[in-house]
């Protein structure tokens, strides 16, 4: 292998100790691999988690139910909320993909709200706009679903606003975070993800903290709660390892609804439960890296510094080029990059590149997304991770500094 193709620096690399080996040990010889006691145990800690700052307020305890994926989770909520056949969610165009196609798992149709102008947050008066115009057309608005990229927080207060605005005696509009990025990551509304009626979290190999496969699913409405426990596990009206464990358990049950299979077996589970225990350290760990990039690429006039505020959790980090500064465009800045040796990605293409997208609603285009495509052309999300060392940063920041000067307009 020729020396450009080795990776000096990769784009994410898993923080897994003996802890976690030990845990997962512990469940394989337990001889009850699937959902079990430290699933229980990691919706619990996830919720006493966070369930911090809620102390002298009004707030409804949170309930976590854990799954084995955000995309599940998010489906489990949309249903929960009343998406289906003949309604209409509101999200962005600036995410993974899974954001809106659980949407049309469910029947229900897509509205895209364009990004702020300057963040890869979605605009509320881009959602009010849509709201607006579905309230004159008869169309019947489930949920509003706002994606807080890399980490950084949506306008969350205005979005609830507009959801009370705009909901009727008939239809109450729900507000689904898509919390992905977002663990763990307080505000003065509380928690991302338990700020709207539903929150949903990754535990993907790459997020904040991960159970290689995984997710978790936070509200604080008891009725939501109740219907997404039940769907999660075939609409079963008791849980399975409850039936199988315990010795004065029935093997009698009843489905009472359509279910699903998303359970979070014990085998990540246990992972989870171990990483939950450093989720803050694993984020100052991210920080003291974050620092370094924003110090200094601060001073370079071709890459602007991500968008930061209140509660950002700093998953990732997307640093933005500016063209009118540079000779090449972001592909030919990230290949030169990839041949460094860096490992990089570029979150996210927005939806409306995609074929099945654009084949489903026509006029979905990038000239209608101005915000989304703008950000979407310039950023480049590089090398962040909790045991990423100093020389490894040290290393991106000399290439990133190299490549720009060296094709400086």
Known sequence: ???????????????????????????????????????????????????????GTDRAPVISLAVNSNTSGMILAMEACGVRQGTYVITTPYTFVSTATCARHLGADVL?????????????????????????????????????????????????????????????IRVIEDAAHS????????????????????FYVTKTITT???????????????????????????????????????????????????????????????????????YEQRKAIVDMYNKAFETLDFIELPPDGPGNSWHLYLMRIVPEKLKITREQFAKKMQEAGLGISVHFIPIFHFTYWKELYPDFTAQNYPNAENQYNRTISIPLYPDMTKEQAELVIETVKKIGLENHA
């Open 1 to 55: 292998m020729s020396s450009v193709n080795q990776i000096k620096v990769p784009f994410h690399k898993a923080a897994i100790t003996k802890a976690e080996e030990d845990a997962v040990l512990e469940v394989l010889r337990s001889g009850w691999l699937t959902t079990g006691k430290y699933a229980l145990e990691f919706e619990k800690k996830f919720s006493q988690i966070t369930s911090k700052g809620d102390e």
């Open 112 to 172: 895209f709200a364009d990004l702020e102008k300057d963040t890869y947050s979605i605009d509320p008066d881009k959602i009010e706009e849509i709201l607006k115009e579905a309230a004159a057309q008869g169309k019947t608005v489930k949920a509003i679903i706002p994606v807080h990229i890399a980490g950084n927080i949506c306008n969350m207060e205005r979005i609830l606003e507009l959801a009370k605005k705009y909901s009727t005696p008939a239809n109450k």
């Open 183 to 202: 663990f763990p990551s307080p505000t003065k509304l509380g928690y991302a993800g338990t700020i709207g009626d539903a929150g949903v979290f990754s």
């Open 212 to 282: 290689a496969e995984g997710g978790m699913v936070c509200t604080r409405d008891p009725e939501l709660a109740r219907r997404m426990t039940v769907m999660r596990m075939h609409g079963m009206d008791r849980t399975t390892w409850d039936r199988y464990t315990s010795p004065r358990a029935s093997w009698e049950y009843d489905i009472i609804a359509p279910g699903y299979k998303f359970n979070l077996p014990d085998v990540l589970a246990a992972i989870g439960v171990c990483q939950l225990d450093r989720a803050w350290l694993f």
